[in-house]
């Protein structure tokens, strides 16, 4: 098929070279295109005469001469529509770009939620939350007469017990999971040292970190009670848990039941009395009758808190070669001491409510522990499954609830 001379109006010569190559193909493909369209016309009008289909193929090569006879032109057409096209492209990239941080954010959200769970679930805040009730009650013994101190004092003597105990009481959870991690993956697999979230080095760092926290607090405030009571509370139950020569308490039942009952009476009740009574209202430390027989009914309380805890651990402790006293005796006969000792606690709080010689104190504590009586008795007939170790679990915290509110 026959075209006319290309005409070139001359520039520079790279910049001509580059036209007359780029409109050369232009010129190159449209010739195929056109043919190929020809082709297929003649084909399907092939009773059409011949002078129709001449006319048709000249009136393409006038149209083909008119695109490619100024090649300035269609190089800026050319130059145009890449332009178009880069900028197209530009703002698709910067929109793909965008893209990843709309993603990334609901990501991290949830990547700081599950740390928070975790970080949570392995501090187990309601041991804590569950003892502030019995500080506040003793930080109030401390005070024989309201008008000697004001309320903001009060409340800043209790704030400086919660905050030292609160890091205090995070040691004690977490040196018993660093040296559980193996019992754990039996009897609690969602902790974060039993379930692999956190590594061992982690569960060091963090322990070592409540522990100096706690006892920098007490040291920084100068308060002797909160000093004693942290070094008391770290000891006993270091010697509790950790797997030493001599140490280890936990394999010896005894051992078991006094160091949980000594610590927990001096982190939550004799310390923060004390604190209160010589260091905030600075008074000589003398204890009332009402916190002896206090210490006297709540350390019983906590050696049935210390009982109820192994009952749906039996599984890992067998694991581990402990002797607890569900091992030795029975899940099901230390359940019911567990429920008979908490019975003879309230009814010794009836006994000592009946004979207080203030009528309205007599008639709120002989009523109150009446109703508790009651109350776990009726819970420990209907809603335990001694052969389920998820309902164990939820009696112990069931009694570390009712013995600490």
Known sequence: MAFGHLVLIPRSTSSIATTAASCWKSKKFADNYYANSYGRRALWQSDRNLTKDHS????????????????????????????????????????HESEPE??????????????????????????????????????????DNFSEISPLLFLKG?????????????????????????????NKPDLPLASGEYSFTSGVILVTSFLLAG????????????????????????????NFP???????????????????????????????KTFVLKKAATFPRSMILGCVVIGLFYTIITLTKD???????????????????????????????????????????????????????????????FYVWNHALNSVDLSSKDSLHSFHLFMFKVTNN
């Open 56 to 95: 048709i193929k000249t009136s393409l090569q006038h149209n083909i001469s008119k695109l490619h006879y100024n090649p300035i032109e269609r190089g800026s057409r050319c130059n145009k529509i890449e332009k178009t096209y880069l900028t197209n492209a530009s703002s698709s990239a910067q929109s």
């Open 158 to 186: 209790v704030l400086q017990y919660i905050v030292t105990f609160f890091f205090t009481s995070q040691f004690v959870m977490g040196v018993n999971q660093l040296s559980d991690v193996e019992i754990d993956k039996i």
């Open 102 to 143: 709309v993603h990334e954010s609901p990501k991290a959200l949830e990547s700081i939620k599950k740390g928070l769970v975790m970080f949570l679930q392995f501090c187990r805040l309601y041991a804590f939350l569950g003892m502030i009730p019995a500080g506040l009650s003793s930080s109030l013994l401390a005070v």
């Open 215 to 242: 006892f920098g607090v007490a040291w920084m405030l100068g308060s002797q009670p909160l000093i004693w009571s942290v070094v008391v509370t770290a000891a006993l139950m270091g010697a509790y848990s950790v």
């Open 311 to 373: 009952l749906g651990d039996v599984e890992g402790d067998k694991a581990a070669g402990l002797k607890t006293l569900p091992i030795r005796l029975g899940v099901k006969p230390v359940f019911w001491l567990c429920v008979s000792l908490i019975q003879m606690a309230y009814g010794i709080a009836i006994t000592m409510g009946a004979l207080s010689p203030v009528l309205w104190s007599k008639i709120v504590t002989v009523v109150a522990h009446a109703f508790m009586v």
């Open 246 to 276: 001599l140490l280890r308490w936990k394999r010896s039942i005894i051992l078991t039941s006094l160091s949980n009952a000594i610590a927990m009476l001096a982190s939550f009740h004799i310390g923060p009395f004390l604190h209160m």
